[in-house]
């Protein structure tokens, strides 16, 4: 089998990730749904092996960890120059492998459909800044992206702790060192114990993953260092309350002062459907301020959403509102954005009202911005839906686009 011919013929497709198991045809992932690649055969487990081997040609010591353990996370580039993160595990005895395309050249913020608060929190000069989402959200392009706009726009010294590197940089203006767990550094927790030595102006951690990991993000951040790091968490509110609750809850209350004074913002991502094909980005963006430092000293993190939705003067935006604009533009159908969105009818209300005041607007042109008055539509949604049953008004679901009421 030619792995690299496979890969490469799975990207000229618009391939994401690809997945291969014996006695399986090879599978694609393509705007999120996954399909077999062209006319390959069933693939054996020689197949499996040699790809394995191919994988592993530089770094012999990730194919006996393999052996010996049946798990592998690597970086992988091919004669065609095409980079992937590559995921090895054994399932009923077998080997399998999944693949997921890291891009060659890092698109900007705007080619990302990033809002403009990312860039924002990228000029940040110290504190934290996390990326979260699910798994295969973007996270680790939008933390690229970050440490690129960075690199061409200051002077900096930045270090990366990742395992394994997936976006590699070349030096900009500023001067980017990264290390990979198990080639450049022996493990996680002795690089996050050294990178504080190494005079860094920027610190990219790929994930905050344990207590260890955590600590180290806010206490360089603490000290003056701009922090950038990922976690598995779909909001703001999550992020927050899952970063306290790394550490032992005799210091929950220290962790969350000092958390109030450093974190700068958190951006969470979800990849939805495009209409005419491809996925897209819906991104909520929390930027700190007084407001959001008091809710994270004060243990009310479940307000969060509502500090966020008052926030557009901070060029703050909430999961939701993100996805009016993404219907609002044509660019996700309804249904889909209905589906994705926390509370589904509280998102049909606003966005019905936000589609009849576009429409309004467009013979009207002195009407409020849609933005703003969905906004209060999603407001008013929300208090009625923090009623008890017995004062909730009996509320039919709203007609999505083309239904009529009967």
Not at 57 to 84: E, K, P, S, V
Not at 103 to 120: D, H, I, N, T
Not at 124 to 133: A, D, F, S
Not at 257 to 278: M, N, W
Request: net charge negative; proline share 4%; aromatic share 4%.
């Amino acid at each position: 089998m030619d792995l690299d011919r496979l890969l490469g013929q799975s990207v000229e497709v618009g391939a994401s990730d690809v997945h291969l198991k014996v006695n399986q045809f090879p599978k694609l992932r393509r705007d999120g749904m996954l399909q077999s690649v062209g006319e390959w055969p069933r693939l054996t487990e020689l197949d499996l092996h040699a790809a394995l081997e191919r994988v592993c040609q530089y770094d012999q010591a990730h194919l006996r960890a393999f052996t010996a353990r049946g798990d592998l996370d690597i970086a992988y580039t091919g004669d065609n120059r095409l980079r992937f993160r590559v995921t090895g595990f054994r399932q009923r005895g077998h080997t399998s492998l999944a693949f997921r395309l890291i891009p060659g050249q890092m698109p900007s913020f705007q080619a990302l459909r990033l809002p403009k608060g990312v860039e924002r929190l990228a000029n940040e000069q110290r504190g934290l800044v996390l990326v979260t989402g699910p798994t295969g959200a973007g996270k680790s392009t939008t933390l690229g992206a970050l440490v690129d706009h960075i690199n061409r726009t200051r002077d900096m010294h930045i270090v990366t702790i990742e395992d394994p590197i997936e976006v590699v940089h070349d030096d900009h203006r500023s001067l980017v060192q990264q290390r990979e767990v198990g080639f450049d550094t022996e493990s996680f927790r002795l690089a996050l114990r050294q990178v504080l030595r190494q005079d860094p102006d920027v610190i990219m951690i790929g994930e905050l993953r344990d207590a260890e990991s955590a600590e180290t993000a806010v206490q360089a951040a603490e000290s003056g260092h701009l922090v950038l790091s990922s976690m598995h968490t779909i909001d703001a509110a999550e992020t927050v309350s899952r970063l306290i609750e790394f550490f032992p809850e005799t210091k929950q209350k220290q962790v969350r002062s000092i958390l109030a004074g450093v974190l700068r913002g958190v951006v969470s991502q979800r990849l939805l459907p495009k209409v005419g094909g491809g996925r897209v980005p819906a991104v909520e963006v929390m930027i700190a301020n007084r407001r959001i430092a008091d809710l994270i000293r004060d243990d009310t993190s479940e307000l969060i959403g509502d500090a966020i939705e008052d926030g557009a003067f901070f060029d703050m935006r909430t999961f939701e509102q993100a996805l009016i604009e993404l219907v609002v533009s044509g660019s996700v159908d309804q249904e889909v954005a209905a589906n994705a969105a926390t509370n589904r009818h509280d998102f049909l209300v606003a966005v019905n009202h936000a589609m009849r005041t576009q429409a309004a607007s467009v013979a009207a042109p002195t009407k409020t911005k849609p933005d703003e008055e969905s906004l209060q539509a999603l407001r008013v949604a929300r208090q009625k839906g923090r009623r008890s049953p017995e004062e909730r008004p009996a509320v039919e679901e709203p007609a999505l686009d083309g239904e009529r009421a009967s």
